[in-house]
């Protein structure tokens, strides 16, 4: 099994609706990010989570919220749809005591919003 | 502002041949920097990674050079193989591990 794992794996929304991606991980990290991957632009944080307590804007965290329902898992909400937060979405964990904090992907999410 | 730049969008190699790609960064507080590779339909993976006060690091056919005067950095695949066909993300960690992410050089190797 995956150790994070991402639902749903591709999602058509209207303008407007609002949505939730959820990432569940298994791997006992504490810390969780989530990351829109759009072409040309690689990956960009939108919001980062250090522990169930502490949640972090990241840089591009306006249209999106988050919640951190535990330790392992982390949900992003996307409020009122709009057509350019179509993109490629990735959860990622990291261990800040492991292996130079090298940070493990889920499989993404594609959102096309209409 | 992008503080970590990969300026080429994509890269052609004949197997067997060296490949070679590139990244620039800006931010001279950055004090680790990695490369992840992403197979279409999958998350980016975690491939190697190389710390502010080394220059060189090497895992098989794998190596990363760090040169620090010129914010440079640039990964060494030797030989490639078809299977290496994917996208490469540069990526240099902030304080606090927030990673900043190039936009990506798609690899194509040719058999």
């Known amino acids: 099994d995956a150790d994070v794992t991402q639902t749903p794996r591709n999602r058509i929304t209207k303008t407007g609706k609002r949505i939730m991606l959820e990432c569940s991980q298994t791997k006992g990290h504490d810390r969780m990010y989530w990351y829109r991957q759009d072409p040309g632009l690689g990956l960009r944080l939108i919001y980062y989570s250090f522990d169930v307590k502490d949640i972090n804007k990241g840089e591009i965290s306006d249209g999106y919220s988050v919640s951190r329902q535990a330790q392992a898992k982390f949900s992003l909400s996307l409020e009122s749809a709009i057509p350019n937060q179509t993109a490629l979405y990735f959860c990622?964990?990291?261990?800040?005591?492991?292996?130079?904090?090298?940070?493990?992907f889920g499989p993404g999410t594609r959102l096309l919003v209409l | 502002d992008q503080q970590v730049k990969q300026n080429s969008p994509s890269l052609s190699v004949q197997e067997g041949r060296i490949s070679i790609l590139n990244c620039d960064y800006t931010?001279?507080?950055?004090?680790?920097f990695l490369w992840y590779k992403k197979y279409p339909a999958e998350g980016p993976t975690f491939l190697i990674s190389i710390s502010s006060i080394k220059d060189k690091n090497e895992d098989g056919r794998f190596t990363v050079f760090l040169n620090k005067s010129a914010k440079h950095l640039s990964l060494h695949i030797v030989p490639s193989q078809p299977g290496d066909s994917a996208v490469y993300f540069c990526a240099a960690r902030e304080y606090g591990n927030k990673l900043v992410f190039g936009a990506g050089t798609i690899l194509r190797v040719k058999s």
């Open positions: 931010n001279s507080m950055f004090d680790y």
């Open positions: 990622a964990t990291s261990d800040p005591l492991g292996d130079q904090e090298t940070q493990y």
